[in-house]
């Protein structure tokens, strides 16, 4: 039997979700590659933990589908559908300022792929390609840290020590005079957040009077605890995100009497304030910027093959407690 690519076709292998909880690699053939693009052959790639697991369970509310797609997603929710948008790779084809550059994209799992030229960001010298799985995660730090615009010397609780909520203290406890401490349940995310040089409390024993608080848990007991740790007129952002599922929020004890302010922040738009000089690749290539420290290796505490991706998703669906970031290790 004749193969179905032609010589000049390449082939690639991808990630779909195929249906609410089971996903599979798939074959696909790419076409010859466009005058204006590039041909990218995946180093990394990094699951988001949070927002992935509600595509592959199947959570993405109806009517936040068009919302909810990734830049260069194929298919459409629940599936199948190819979702994702942290990706690591090498130039292979393209112009000759490109070539053999490691570059960040915003594309699925896939082993390779062509995208225009301006849809890939080159790594800044000294950012190793296996930490740059954190950069769409510290760009939502980045931007979260805008919409709340903390002021020096402020109390910051940030309350879920997963990925997002870590990098989120990183940043603030690089703020002059401010004190941060992050809230988790897990008690074996101090050692990190202190290497962070934040500080740690299990949920009952955290600092109350906060000037700003942070919420990233994806629980809706950890919004309570945001509530219940902010002081008098501060704001608690909710950075999580909670898909079909409803929460119950405790607006009935000191919200009003506290006059909290409950904000929500969102990576799709760059941050009100900012939005008027900063582009969305502007604030990518800052997020870049800051991944020279070598501190950050620690969030990354999972690897494994592309080939396991399938099974990897289907593990964190489930609420998985011990991962931070979870990358995809791809063949050279």
Known sequence: MASPFSPSTTVAQACWTVSPGRAEIRDESLPPLGGDEVRVRTLHTGVSRGTEGLVFRGEVPA??????????????????????????????????????????????????????????????????????????????????????????????????????GLLVAWLAAR?????????????????????????????????????????????????????????????????????????????????????LTLKSSQVGHVATAQRGRWSHRRRLELALSLLTDPVLDRLITHCAPFQELPQVLARLATGASDTLCHRIDYPA
């Open 63 to 164: 009517g936040e589908t068009h919302r909810m797609r990734a830049p260069f997603q194929v298919g459409e929710f629940p599936g199948p559908v190819k979702y994702g948008y942290v990706n690591v790779g090498v130039v292979e084809a393209g112009p000759a300022g490109l070539l053999g550059r490691t570059v960040f994209c915003l594309y699925p799992h896939q082993t390779v792929y062509q995208v225009p030229a301006h849809a890939v960001v080159p790594l800044p010298s000294g950012v190793p390609a296996a930490r740059a799985v954190l950069a769409a995660n510290l760009e939502t730090a980045i931007n979260a840290l805008w919409d709340a615009a903390p002021r020096l010397g402020d109390r910051i609780a940030v309350v879920g020590g997963g990925t997002l």
């Open 175 to 259: 703020l002059p005079g401010c004190d941060v401490q992050v809230i988790d349940t897990e008690a074996s995310r101090a050692d990190i957040a202190a290497a962070l040089g934040a500080g740690f409390a299990l949920p009952m024993a955290a600092r109350a009077d906060a000037d700003l608080v942070v919420h990233t848990s994806g629980q809706g007991a950890g919004l309570a605890t945001a509530l219940r740790l902010a002081a008098f007129e501060a704001t608690v952002l909710e950075l999580s995100w909670y898909g079909n599922r409803a929460v119950s929020v405790p607006l009935g004890e000191a919200f009003h009497s506290q006059r």
